[in-house]
């Protein structure tokens, strides 16, 4: 993290995703988590993602308690009942809900506004293709605790095509959409281009990404 401080400079957001969030099979305790936040805090990371399982919303209150470091999380949470338990234990500084994955952009912005009257952040978890991007972007327009909205670094076609020009990004902001509802356009010739491939979601093992029991 030094190295990567010293080449970007102090102006530009850095966060440090440490990827337990989804993993069962490799995941630190609390203890852990709090020594390696606690060693990033004098390098001002805009937040610390995933430092935790999440059955452990218990965990991340403490780690919260114990760093002044951002703790951000919640990306794989889904319905609003379950991010209520991470939501009053103080679990996350920043939450990150995905509109995709809690059952629509209505779930979203109770999650939001959960946060929202604790004093804490969001951040749009918005790793789908170009509809679930746009909802969480339109979303994360709509709350008023938004603290950055996640964005593909390199569109696919289910992303471009589908966006259609909706998302407008200008000197690294993206701006408010301005086109009716998600602004996203399905057409026969898109579907007939991406047909759906049986077992090529995320969740399946594909070529490159082999799951693991």
């Known amino acids: 993290m030094q190295f990567v401080r010293g080449h970007v400079g102090k102006d530009v957001n850095v966060m440090m995703?440490?990827?337990m969030g989804n993993n069962p099979s490799l995941v630190w305790d609390t203890g852990t988590a709090i020594a390696v936040a606690k060693a990033l805090e004098p390098f001002g990371l805009f937040f610390?993602?995933?430092p935790l399982h999440y059955t452990d919303p218990w965990g991340y209150s403490e780690l919260c308690r114990a760093t002044s470091l951002p703790i951000a999380g919640g990306e794989c949470l889904t319905a609003s009942y379950e991010w209520r338990v991470f939501a009053e234990c103080d679990a996350?500084?920043?939450a990150q809900p995905d509109a995709s994955f809690l059952g629509g952009m209505?779930?979203?912005m109770k999650v939001a506004m959960m946060f929202a009257s604790r004093g804490k952040g969001i951040a749009t978890h918005a790793w789908g293709a170009g509809a679930s991007l746009m909802q969480?972007?339109?979303?994360g327009f709509a709350a008023p605790n938004t603290?950055?909205?996640?964005i593909a670094p390199a569109y696919g076609g289910l992303h471009r095509d589908i966006i259609n020009g909706s998302l407008t990004i200008k000197d690294g902001y993206v701006l408010p959409p301005d086109r009716p509802g998600l602004g996203v356009v399905l057409t026969d010739e898109i579907k007939r281009r991406y047909p759906s491939v049986p077992g090529s979601g995320e969740f399946n093992s594909?070529?490159?990404?082999i799951?693991?029991?």
Do not use: Q, T
């Open 17 to 19: 995703d440490a990827h």
């Open 48 to 50: 610390f993602e995933e």
């Open 92 to 94: 996350f500084d920043i």
């Open 106 to 108: 209505g779930e979203f």
């Open 136 to 139: 969480n972007v339109h979303c």
């Open 147 to 150: 603290r950055i909205l996640e």
């Open 206 to 209: 594909v070529p490159g990404h």
């Open 211 to 213: 799951l693991k029991d």
